[in-house]
């Protein structure tokens, strides 16, 4: 249950953090360019983590995908 609150919680959160328009210029990366830090949470069926690229800067090749609207049935 402790999840699940917790789960809603992060959701509301970041929804929120998502509505408010952007403070300053958004980033104009180009091909070739390395991509500035960032965190995301993760989510494997039991757990909720952090995850920076940092992490993986120097160790591994990293790919991002994004799917617009993934798992809201609409």
């Known amino acids: 249950m402790?999840?699940?609150?917790?789960?809603a919680l992060l959701l509301t959160l970041t929804s929120?953090?998502?509505?408010q328009p952007p403070k300053s210029k958004p980033m104009k990366l180009k091909v070739g360019?390395?991509?500035p830090d960032f965190t995301l949470l993760s989510f494997d069926g039991k757990d909720i983590k952090?995850?920076?690229l940092h992490d993986y800067r120097g160790k591994k090749s990293v790919a991002l995908a994004f799917y617009v609207f993934?798992?809201?049935?609409?």
């Open 33 to 35: 360019d390395m991509a």
């Open 2 to 7: 402790k999840k699940v609150i917790l789960g």
């Open 16 to 19: 929120a953090m998502w509505a």
């Open 50 to 52: 952090a995850v920076s």
């Open 70 to 74: 993934a798992f809201t049935g609409g």
